[in-house]
């Protein structure tokens, strides 16, 4: 028997989905449902910045298997619970750049003057998200938002930082003192949702509190297998609930269950490419999962040069695992240099002993990658194909990248390269675009405004929607998605 759950049902309680039941319920009039697969996340507070707890078996994450290139197998991971990957990642908080957003403008239809994705269309969200500790209120900051932001000053960078920032320096690169201001790329600290040592996820900042608002209903431990439509509109959420499976009345859902299972739950729905889906198709998007973009990351391991890794005291005893980067143009394409403080065997719980790595990421990439439905299991994990470095520009700009990381190594005294260890081909774990923006159905999922195409009361707003992949972190600018979706969804609600 089907049940009347609220105004707004919301499936998927990551980073995305925390804002967007936040924000929804500010309305006292407008009742919401936040349905979430994961628990313990809401439970246990906030992580410490320098963990990430996503290693093998870890309850706070899933784990996905993927393709990275022909013969070279990968992991994908995905926070698990309220606030999603935002509660276990590495609390880098970068905005994508004005060029990032403004080609977003233009892929989404926008005309000079008229667009919905542009860097000035985005920045007050960007603004209404954060409270930038360093900068304040200006006209590129905000002061007053639930997400804490903040940079780590040179006094209290790691040994390997500060090594890495003055080779950096000494070799001419331009100072980014303010990585979120959207000036030219350079040298500089990373902002990062950090607030006394611990890591504020979007689960945090908004969902916990709004937790006690009486229009506000949160399920966790809950796994949402489809959607029904009708005439048209979607109209119900099939969902399995204490070991039952119940059917909840919708009229208006907005899927943020992320770049992975947004797209796996609409297949399941029947909505994607016919040819894919065969007699199970109930709605035709052929875009569905058809490309994505993420960024490649090789990773160098190094051995350190004393006192690179010795344990410090006080501030400096836990640093993020990223306190500052290089970001730049090698002629290529754009590449980001990034000195991690702690090797991933110390960051990742579970993960077994390794060296300390430079990483060197394809922050623009050309190849474009796929993902399908599980073959034999519609409740299965996606088959995912990332395509790393299949276009020629992708080879060149990777190796320019890397030949940048070895010098910055060679010229920093970080340490030295590890002989019989080579460079490794990995994911920075920032998948974009399975379900993209933009107003052609035939290959949109979405319109400029996170509606699905040709289906009434349905909106996706996580990372899925983004055109393509920033050419920074996408955290920050998932937020800002979410709270621009907001209102998108406030403004267009559909009554019974």
């Known amino acids: 028997m089907g049940v009347r759950a609220a105004d707004v049902v919301i499936v998927g309680g990551g980073s995305c989905g925390s804002v967007l039941a936040a924000r929804l319920s500010e309305d006292p009039a407008c009742s919401v449902l936040l349905i979430e697969s994961g628990t313990g996340v809401a439970t246990r507070g906030p992580w410490p910045a320098h963990i990430l707890p996503i290693g093998p078996g870890s309850p706070h994450a899933h784990h996905y298997a993927t393709t990275l290139r022909h013969g070279v197998a990968g992991t994908l991971v995905r926070g698990r619970g309220p606030g999603g990957s935002g509660a276990v990642n ?26 919905v994705w542009s860097y000035g269309d985005a920045l007050p969200y960007f603004r209404r998200s954060e409270h930038d500790h360093d900068f304040g209120s200006s006209a590129v900051h905000g002061d007053a938002g639930p997400v804490p932001v903040r940079r780590r000053t040179a006094e209290s960078w790691s040994a390997a930082t500060d090594r890495f920032v003055a080779a950096a320096e000494a070799m001419g690169f331009p100072a980014e003192p303010d990585k979120n201001a959207g000036g030219p790329a350079g040298i500089g600290p990373v902002p990062c949702n950090i607030d006394r040592g611990m890591r504020v996820d979007p689960g945090s900042a908004y969902l916990r509190a709004a937790a006690g608002r009486p229009n506000l209903t949160v399920w966790t431990g809950t796994t949402v297998r ?12 099939q969902v399995l609930r204490d070991g039952g499976l119940l059917e909840v009345q919708a009229y208006n859902v907005v899927l943020a269950a992320g770049a992975i299972e947004t797209p796996a739950l609409l297949w399941r729905s029947g909505i994607g490419d016919p040819r894919m889906l065969g007699a199970a198709a109930v709605h035709a998007l052929p875009g569905v999962g ?8 090789i990773t160098i391991p190094y051995k350190p040069a004393p006192p690179v890794g010795d344990p410090v005291s006080g501030e400096r005893a836990a640093p993020p695992i990223l306190e500052a980067c290089l970001n730049l143009d090698t002629g290529d394409g754009a590449v980001e240099i990034r000195p991690y403080t702690a090797s991933f065997g110390d960051a990742v719980p579970g993960n077994p002993p390794m060296p300390p790595v430079l990483g060197a990421a394809l922050m623009a990439p050309w190849g474009r990658g796929r993902m399908v439905p599980h073959p034999a299991d519609p409740c299965g994990a996606p088959r995912i194909e990332h395509h790393y470095l299949s276009d020629p520009r992708d080879e060149a700009a990777a190796a320019a990248a890397v030949d940048l990381a070895r010098g910055l190594l060679d010229a920093s005294g970080m340490g030295t390269p590890i002989d019989g260890m080579p460079a490794n081909l990995g994911t920075s774990q920032h998948l974009s675009g399975t379900c993209p923006m933009g107003t052609d159905p035939g ?7 996170c509606r699905v195409h040709g289906i009434g009361g349905l909106s996706i707003a996580d990372t ?9 972190g996408p955290h920050a600018t998932a937020v800002m998605l979410a709270e621009r979706a907001a209102e998108f969804v406030a403004s267009g609600l559909r009554v019974p």
């Open 464 to 472: 899925s929607v983004f055109p393509r992949v920033p050419s920074r």
């Open 226 to 237: 489809a959607l029904r439509m009708s005439a048209g509109a979607v109209r119900a959420v």
């Open 90 to 115: 590495g609390a880098y908080f970068v905005r994508a750049t004005p060029a990032d957003l403004d080609a977003w403008g233009r892929a989404t239809g926008g005309r000079p003057g008229r667009t």
């Open 443 to 449: 290959t949109a999922v979405v319109d400029p405004r």
């Open 290 to 297: 058809r490309e994505f973009s993420d960024h490649p990351e």
